[in-house]
């Protein structure tokens, strides 16, 4: 933040006369930051508790298979129609809810505007869209331009999550904007087209040195388009956290559509109590064997009858 003054003739900005503040501070602390590049990613080791009321079954079950720790990079992995834009809503909201102190930024891209809308009045963060009506450049350089908030807040030692909706989308705009090297790959995406969005989603990790940038990410499947199971094929096994939609269980009406036995988030050892963890293997163990509808409906008829996880988890037998 500074002074500015009106564009003079044949100038087309505004000028900058003084520097106030930079992300918050005074422009001298930003001689002392470390570069994002050079600071140290490790594994997430704490915990976001999605959890907030009983009746959030989609908030306990993500707890409970899929945990969420400071510097995750997790995929949320969406047929169309699977609930997948309410789910991101809870989230966010659980997130204002129960880490106050946290930077939270839902970046929308490609969505209807209607849903810009919506998101606006009922996530309890700041929310920046780029609908699907706009130029591809805008959807990259709204992208880019949270992508560099994130990482100076990082630097200063922050906690920030970023939810996107769509990495499919961010994809597809990179594709039609970058230059083209030559080399096509199936359904249509150039070669170097999803390097600038797996920068994107790379970005998130966790600091030793303090402060940690969490990216939750829909991509989309199942939606006829060869090109969106392409960019899916190549995210896959980039996050270290998966939470998977199911259409079959969203068609039998039964939300969260979320597929339990296929969800789950790499070294979740580090995010559980000891105790908590031999519960939840023990709970995997039970809906291993079930079909994907049957072991949800268990276990959101089992959720129902307690008023916590750890009233849940208590309540199972060895």
Do not use: C, W
């Amino acid at each position: 933040y500074g002074t500015i003054r009106p564009p003079k003739e044949k100038e087309k900005y505004f000028a900058l006369l003084k520097v106030d503040t930079i992300n918050g501070r005074a422009p001298e602390k930003a001689r002392e930051r470390v570069l994002f590049e050079n600071l140290t990613p490790l594994y997430p080791e704490k915990r976001l508790v999605m959890e907030t009321t009983k009746d959030r079954l989609g908030m306990r079950v993500l707890d409970l298979v899929a945990p969420i720790g400071k510097g995750q990079r997790g995929l949320i992995v969406a047929p169309p129609k699977t609930g997948k834009t309410i789910l991101l809503q809870n989230m966010a909201n659980a997130i204002a809810t129960n880490n106050p102190e946290i930077t939270l930024i839902m970046l929308l891209i490609g969505e209807r505007p209607e849903e810009v809308t919506d998101m606006q009045r009922i996530v309890k963060g700041e929310v920046i869209a780029s609908t699907f009506d706009e130029p591809p450049e805008r959807h990259v350089q709204i992208a880019e331009m949270v992508l560099e908030k994130a990482r100076r807040l990082v630097e200063y030692g922050n906690d920030v999550i970023i939810l996107l909706d769509s990495i499919t989308r961010l994809a597809r705009a990179y594709n039609t904007v970058q230059p083209h090297s030559g080399k096509i790959l199936t359904g249509g995406i150039d070669s170097n087209a999803l390097h600038k969005p797996k920068h994107f989603f790379g970005a998130a990790r966790n600091i030793e040195q303090g402060g940690s940038l969490t990216i939750i990410a829909t991509a989309l499947i199942d939606t006829g388009s060869r090109m969106d199971e392409v960019i899916f094929e190549e995210f896959k096994g980039t996050g270290n956290m998966e939470l998977v939609l199911d259409r079959r269980l969203a068609d039998r009406r039964t939300f969260p559509a979320i597929d339990v036995i296929k969800s789950g988030t790499r070294k979740e050892e580090l995010l559980y109590h000891p105790n908590e963890l031999e519960k939840i293997y023990l709970l995997r163990e039970a809906l291993a064997d079930l079909a994907p509808g049957d072991a949800m409906n268990l276990f959101l008829g089992r959720l129902k009858k307690t008023s916590s996880n750890v009233e849940f988890l208590l309540s199972m037998k060895d």
